[in-house]
């Protein structure tokens, strides 16, 4: 019998509120499908292609766990004036039990 496998994370939104999001590591959504969702203020002008960097976030806790930006990713960032350490674009981190307990935060991309 399948049983769903819950994540529970914490995020930051750009005016510094945070709030505890719930969601099933096997949603097929993303970071920043959830984020949306939960009503962050989370942009994602480009849909989720890793062309226009609005949907930045950094992880504040936990980024060990997460596997390392592909090329598409990696070269947004590069651009992103706004970039750092622990620096990712929400819409290439597809949900994991990895995220359980991370800290993420959104970051203001203008
Ligand atoms: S939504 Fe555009 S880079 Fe993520």
Known sequence: ????????FKAYDTDGDWRIVEASADARL???DILRSNGFDIKGVCGGL????TCIVKVISGTGELAPPNDDEAAMLEMLPDAGTGSRLACQLPLSLS????????????
């Open 30 to 32: 993303s970071l920043m």
């Open 99 to 110: 995220m359980n307990e991370m800290v993420f935060g959104l970051q203001n991309y203008e």
């Open 1 to 8: 019998m399948h049983s769903e496998r819950k994540i529970e």
């Open 50 to 53: 890793a062309l226009c960097g």
